[in-house]
């Protein structure tokens, strides 16, 4: 599996819906039921940081909470937020690019683990909360059949712990023939059929 491949598409995919997203949609709703647009791309750029920090190895910030505003937009008006996603977005790629990153331990947040499962894990957040901000927009993503495994197998790796921590609802019942990215959907508590 080309893991490095699946990261920046997932990668490329959570920065298009970004940027597609109008700042005058930031205070809608989200399949996210605690988030706004706004809470969720702040929440989708904080993931770009983190994904960067465990791919170089780079220290994180402890004073860094689910709370504080992602690095790369606080202080930057809503306008520019975008922008600075892509940014981050390219810093995460280039750093997954290096073999080495797959290699051995690293951290997400304060917790070490294989690099290769923080990777996947990573993968399978920002191509699931891609969906949840198009969603949000009542648009819907395509996400091709090597990602939607990779977000599959992801959501089925955490969805035990985000349940019993409260961060991923009930799973959703779909089809057993239906498509590989709803059944991701479904794992993470999402209703593939949501509109806003």
């Known amino acids: 599996m080309d893991h ?9 995919l959570a920065v298009s819906v970004i940027r597609d997203t ?10 996210c039921t605690d988030f706004t647009v706004a809470d969720l791309i702040n929440h989708m750029a ?6 960067r920090c465990s791919g170089t190895r ?8 689910a709370d504080s505003p992602a690095p790369v937009l606080d202080g930057l008006p809503r ?3 975008a922008a600075a996603a892509a940014e981050a977005g390219a810093q995460v790629i280039a750093a997954w690019d290096d073999p080495a990153a797959w290699s051995g331990d690293s951290h997400m947040g304060g917790a070490v683990m294989p690099a290769a499962v923080i ?17 949000a927009a009542g648009r819907r993503v395509d996400v091709g059949p090597g990602l939607g495994e990779v977000a599959l197998e992801a959501m089925t790796g955490m969805a035990a712990m985000g349940r019993d921590a409260g961060w991923i609802g009930p799973e959703v019942t779909v089809p057993a023939d239906a498509p590989v990215f709803d059944r991701a ?6 209703d593939p059929s949501w509109t806003p």
């Not at 990777?119 to 969603?135: I, N, Q, R, Y």
């Not at 959907?185 to 999402?190: E, T």
């Open 79 to 81: 306008e520019q937020w």
């Open 46 to 51: 904080f993931g770009l940081v983190l994904a």
């Open 58 to 65: 780079e220290p994180w910030d402890p004073a860094w909470t």
């Open 22 to 31: 109008p700042v005058e949609r930031y205070d809608d709703p989200t399949p």
């Open 119 to 135: 990777g996947s894990m990573m993968t399978g957040e920002f191509a699931v909360h891609a969906w949840d901000l198009a969603a």
């Open 4 to 12: 490095d491949q699946h990261l920046s598409d997932g990668v490329d």
């Open 185 to 190: 959907l479904a794992v993470s508590g999402r």
